[in-house]
C-alpha cells in the first residue's frame, strides 16, 4: 500500500502540502460570499475529486502556476464531501459540473471555466 501511495500520493496530499492559501468551500452559505467576494476581486473555484490521480495532477499543476495571490481569491472544493456545494455551483452559475474543474466567478457571475488538461492557472490573468 505504501508503494501505491508513495506513487499516486494519499487523497488529502495535494491540499494538505500546498503553498497556496486556498479557502475550503464547505458550506453553501459561502456561495454567497463569493458572489460579494467577486465585486471586488475574481474568485478561483477548484472543484477536486480527492479520489481521482488526474484530479491530483490538476491541482498540482495549477498550484505549480498560480501567481496571482493578491488578485485572485482561491477556493477550494473537495467534490466527494461537498456533491451538493459543487451542485448547487452548477445551478447557480450555469456551468455544467465536471471534476476536476476550475470555475472563475467575477461580478457574481461565471466568466470562466474549464476541466481536467485544459485547467491552467496563466489564463486567469485575463480576468484580473
Not at 29 to 46: M, R
Not at 58 to 83: C, G, M, N, S, T
Not at 103 to 110: T, Y
Request: glycine share 4%.
Amino acid at each position: 500500500m505504501s508503494l501505491f501511495k508513495n506513487i499516486f500520493g494519499d487523497s488529502g496530499e495535494a491540499k494538505e502540502k500546498s503553498k497556496m492559501a486556498w479557502r475550503a468551500l464547505t458550506d453553501l452559505g459561502q456561495l454567497n460570499e463569493i458572489v460579494n467576494e467577486s465585486t471586488e476581486k475574481p474568485v478561483a473555484i477548484f472543484k477536486h475529486s480527492t479520489r481521482c490521480s488526474i484530479s491530483r495532477m490538476a491541482l498540482r499543476q495549477f498550484e505549480q502556476e498560480f501567481d496571482l495571490e493578491e488578485k485572485v481569491i482561491p477556493y477550494y472544493l473537495d467534490l466527494l464531501e461537498h456533491r451538493d456545494i459543487s451542485n448547487e455551483i452548477a445551478n447557480r452559475f450555469g456551468v455544467y459540473h465536471q471534476s476536476p474543474q476550475l470555475i472563475v466567478i467575477k461580478d457574481g457571475k461565471a466568466v470562466y471555466d474549464r476541466s481536467h488538461e485544459s485547467i491552467t492557472a496563466s489564463k486567469l490573468v485575463d480576468f484580473v
